[in-house]
């Protein structure tokens, strides 16, 4: 039961250059889509989030956009600096749940080379 | 900055063993959660609570868990009997309301032997 999946376990990418990670989601009754940073021993941290009725967010060098056509969405990193290798995590949040409990992805480890 | 907190940091029991894992949530928020996270795997979602009850529970959450918020600033997962598949991280995690994000705390490593 996968309804979020990041398909790449690992990316890794020069710094200065754009990172982009990708996520995909099977159910269409998610209308709130996050990504989350994760740290070697710390828990998950917010980095930026997107509504259904957007297709685009931005903020500083992170952008978030959403195709709901296609169930996908990508976050964009620019320029990528060395602090931003670190787990990342994609996370939808299904109209349907009362409790607004988050489904997770499977994580993308991007390593950003100085 | 206000920041969820968890105790212990790693916690190593023996199969069969109770645990209780503990998270002081941010004072202000209404809503909790746990997580947890099986090494290598996605994060998945146990439990929330919220008005001192349990709104809704995966199936990984069966009767050999439990949930409590003792005295109002504690929020405690127990495993009454664990098991070897239980091994993981769990993230503790809060909101203040229901359109806010979620802060989660820095987990508990479980691992049952």
């Known amino acids: 039961d996968q309804q979020v999946k990041q398909n790449s376990p690992s990316l890794s990418v020069q710094e200065g250059r754009i990172s982009i990670l990708n996520c995909d989601y099977t159910?269409?009754?998610?209308?709130?889509f996050l990504w989350y940073k994760k740290y070697p021993a710390e828990g998950p941290t917010f980095l930026i989030s997107i509504s259904s009725i957007k297709d685009k967010n931005e903020d500083g060098r992170f952008t978030v956009f959403l195709n709901k056509s296609a169930k996908h969405l990508s976050l964009h990193i620019v320029p990528s600096q060395p602090g931003d290798s670190a787990v990342y995590f994609c996370?939808?949040?299904?109209?349907?749940?009362?409790?607004?409990?988050?489904?997770f992805g499977t994580g993308t480890r991007l390593k950003v080379l100085a | 900055e206000p920041e969820v907190t968890q105790t212990p940091s790693h916690q190593v029991t023996q199969m069969g063993q109770e645990v209780i894992l503990r998270c002081v949530p941010i004072?202000?928020?209404?809503?909790f959660y746990w997580y947890r996270q099986i090494l290598g795997q996605k994060v998945e979602f146990l439990v929330s609570?919220?008005?001192?009850?349990?709104?809704?529970k995966s199936e990984i959450f069966d009767d050999q868990f439990s949930v409590e918020r003792p005295d109002g600033s504690n929020f405690t997962l127990k495993i009454r009997s664990t098991k070897l598949e239980d091994s993981a991280m769990y993230f503790c995690a809060s909101i203040q309301g229901i359109t806010d994000t979620q802060y989660f705390g820095p987990g508990t490593r479980l691992t049952v032997l």
């Open positions: 159910n269409s009754m998610f209308d709130y």
């Open positions: 996370a939808a949040q299904p109209s349907t749940s009362g409790t607004y409990k988050y489904i």
């Open positions: 609570f919220y008005n001192n009850e349990i709104s809704e």
């Open positions: 004072s202000n928020h209404l809503y």
